[in-house]
């Protein structure tokens, strides 16, 4: 809220906070509360500029004093947060985020001499309890993976032992002078000799086990280590500033079943060294050396190093990033618009992954569009599912094959193309050379008639486009494509791709810088690509769509995309804000359903072909539901739920500022057009209009601002009411999404 009045009196304000620290949190010891609001002197939102508050002797109350101006209508939350103090020649000192509250609305006071601030519940208030994390601001995260039976030994009595493996982060600064390339001396025992431990605000790796129905949160790791079983999935993590010159030094220890109480003999070591994640994410296998410092065998890492987003700070006003709003209806979501184009062995009204796709949609009654995005050759974000396409070019036939001018089909990935290319390409389909394009003249018609332009209509919209020519009360659901490897070894793309933190911050920027207020809500079917998306940024949420056992496609090779039971565990693990899930799964398996909302997942599906799936799924308690051909299941009975929540809102604004008018919609139209600029509405009539015509008012005036607010003049009193969807487009009031 803007305070516009201009205050000279500073008053105290007293801020208090309990339960934001407890010594059982990880680095707990490291962490302190501070306060962050609208004020300068709460750093306007800035995490960098917050104020740090005192913590009141052992307790876990913290408080501090601020002067403000006295009368200011004062926003605030607060923040959990470790100072990184700079340790090295060059560092710089920076807040560190690991939790804030995230209450769509924030706390509010208005200053005066005699405000009672008292001490407030961290995150709780509102009667609800919403706590979000931090995101990377200026330092890296390292994901260390073990899955697939990482540990190869290469002696038989070896490779029937159980491991333990415990994993530390090494700084190379401070290799002594007589170690050897990986700081390991020739008589060292345990593999420690001549490292050092990474200084600064993230001594810890932190370890959870997506295979464990009780351990797939994020902790510290034991002192010895955790046990690696058959077909485990164990995730490291750890932060820095300097990767560079971070590496890791992973310790086994044999495994003792019968007196696990007993320190487990030390069995080896191997290092991950900074040269083997450069190419910041893939697998590497890492030699294991021996307590006699020989090689005993080897580990299979699946490394991922997430870079922060250059130049995004991530306010703290506002955070959609786990926030959902669960509406009277469950929403429908228009899958690449108006769906598939050959889907149901019938050609779509219009192209899939328009523009005239995705508004058709919306006009049907989408409340958000599901569209895919990959990157161009000249790495634009553009919205096209597949990874290739086929390139048609004419030869001459040889005398076996008639001498004739044949076509020959070339596959060319879509990466390999600029965007002015992509949207030069005459889309023909793969398998009976149909044209795709709709007939010219069909496509005069139907810009006349729904005032599109021929481009709307067009393949490869880049997502600047879709952004700012799709309905804007028309919620993204977007897809993020990365190509994935299926089982049996066989890859989406086989060729080599953009480095993954290129490619998601391509994307973020493009969707930061053009997005305005409309609801987006990320997803993948990339577990890595969810991560990252959601560790970029603090603003929109993040979902992971899930392949299922069940599908007619081949199964993805990564399990975190395969099995629904570990893509729940994953999404509660990184904090996601649910899973779009495979519908046929859900048919099989509807257990899976009970099992997602008892962690508080929002629920999507996706593969749903018939009407009446729809209905059941909707009856399951799903959240939305993806499907084709929104036109036939909606018929034009049901419209956009957030177009219908603003009309809701527009009535009562009118009906508070007591401008509504008795006029026919002639009368409307006529002075819509005719009497004010922009579409406005001007009425001259007097008196209370009556409660029939008020969804005429409401329609015409949405519908005619493309501006995205009302004037209506009546009685000498110009009122402007807001049509467009306020606090940054995720939701379609200040509270809800």
């Known amino acids: 809220m803007e305070n516009t009045q201009i205050y000279n009196k500073r008053v105290p304000v007293c801020f208090q906070v309990a339960g934001a620290t407890s010594n059982t949190e990880i680095g707990s010891t490291a962490e302190s509360v501070f306060v962050v609001g609208n004020s300068e002197e709460l750093g306007l939102w800035s995490p960098k500029q917050a104020v740090l508050l005192t913590r009141q002797g052992e307790s876990d109350v913290w408080k501090g004093v601020v002067d403000i101006a006295e009368g200011f209508l004062l926003e605030f939350r607060y923040v959990v947060a470790m100072v990184a103090e700079p340790v090295y020649e060059g560092d710089k000192r920076g807040i560190v985020v690991s939790k804030w509250e995230t209450n769509i609305k924030p706390r509010q006071l208005v200053v005066s001499a005699d405000c009672n601030n ?173 307590v006699k410092h020989t090689p005993i065998g080897q580990l299979e890492v699946e490394f991922l190093v997430v870079r922060p987003l250059e130049g995004f700070e991530g306010s703290m006003e506002v955070c959609y990033n786990q926030h959902w709003k669960r509406r009277w209806r469950p929403l429908d979501v228009g899958h690449r618009g108006m769906g598939s184009y050959y889907n149901k062995q019938r050609i779509a009204v219009a ?107 067009q393949p490869f919209p880049t997502l600047q486009d879709v952004l700012h020519r799709v309905n804007p009360h028309v919620g993204f659901n977007v897809e993020v494509k990365y190509p994935m490897h299926y089982q049996g070894g066989k890859a989406e793309l086989d060729v080599e791709y953009f480095e993954k933190n290129d490619f998601v911050d391509r994307i973020l920027t493009c969707v930061f810088s053009h997005a305005g207020k409309r609801r987006i809500v990320f997803s993948s079917f990339d577990p890595d690509t969810c991560i990252m998306l959601q ?97 036939e299941y909606n018929d034009g009975a049901q419209q956009n739920i957030f177009l219908s929540e603003e009309r809701d809102k527009m009535h009562g604004k009118l009906q508070e500022h007591g401008v509504l008018r008795q006029v026919s919609v002639a009368s409307l139209k006529n002075s819509a057009n005719n009497s004010l600029p922009g579409g406005s509405i001007d009425s001259q009539e007097h008196g209370m209009a009556h409660q029939s015509n008020l969804a005429n008012v409401t329609d015409e005036a949405v519908g005619n601002l493309p501006e995205g607010r009302t004037d209506v003049q009546g009685q000498g009193m110009l009122h402007q009411v807001p049509v467009a969807s306020q606090a940054n487009g995720l939701l379609g009031d200040s509270t809800t999404q």
């Open 118 to 290: 008292e001490t407030a519940i961290f995150g709780n208030y509102g009667n609800l309890e919403r706590v979000g994390s931090g995101w990377l601001q200026g330092y890296s995260e390292v994901r260390l993976t073990l899955k697939n039976n990482s540990i190869h030994m290469w002696k038989s009595r070896d490779q029937k032992r159980r491991y333990q493996i415990k994993i530390t982060p090494v700084d190379l600064r401070h290799r002594e002078s007589t170690t050897s390339m990986i700081g390991v001396d020739d008589d060292d025992t345990d593999g420690s000799a001549g490292v050092q431990p990474m200084k600064g605000p993230f001594p810890d790796v932190e370890i959870c086990v997506l295979t464990s129905d009780g351990d797939f949160v994020f902790r510290k790791q034991s002192q010895f280590g955790q046990l690696y079983n058959e077909n485990d999935i164990v995730v490291f993590r750890a932060k820095t500033y300097h990767g560079q010159f971070l590496a890791f030094q992973v310790d086994f220890f044999l495994h003792n079943q019968w007196e696990p109480e007993l320190f487990p003999q030390y069995a080896g070591f191997a290092y991950i060294l900074p040269m083997n994640l450069k190419r910041m994410h893939g697998e590497k296998f890492i030699p294991i050396t021996g």
């Open 351 to 457: 192209r899939e992954n328009t523009v005239a796709s995705l508004n058709w949609a919306g006009k049907h009654g989408a409340d958000y569009v599901e569209f895919d995005v990959q990157l161009s050759r000249d790495e634009i974000p553009v919205v096209y599912h597949d990874f290739t396409v086929f390139i048609t070019t004419k030869r001459r036939a040889t005398r076996a094959e008639g001498g004739k001018v044949m076509d020959e089909l070339y596959e060319i990935p879509v990466k390999d193309l600029t965007v002015r290319r992509l949207q030069l390409l005459k889309m023909k389909h793969v398998q009976d050379l149909q044209a795709l394009d709709v007939d010219d003249m069909e496509v005069s018609g139907l810009v006349r008639q729904d005032s599109t332009t021929i481009d709307d209509w």
């Open 535 to 631: 560790l970029k940024q603090n603003k929109y949420p993040v979902m992971l769509l899930t392949q299922g056992y069940f599908g007619d496609k081949p199964g993805y090779l990564e399990p975190r995309a395969r099995s629904p039971e570990i893509c729940i565990r994953l999404a509660k693990c990184e904090k996601l804000l649910g899973l779009c899930m495979y519908a046929k799964d859900i048919k099989i398996s509807p257990e899976l359903v009970g099992m997602a909302r008892s962690h508080k997942l929002v629920l999507f599906a996706w593969g749903v072909e018939e009407n009446i799936e729809i209905l059941n799924l909707k009856q399951m308690g799903f959240d939305a539901v993806i499907f084709d051909r929104i036109n």
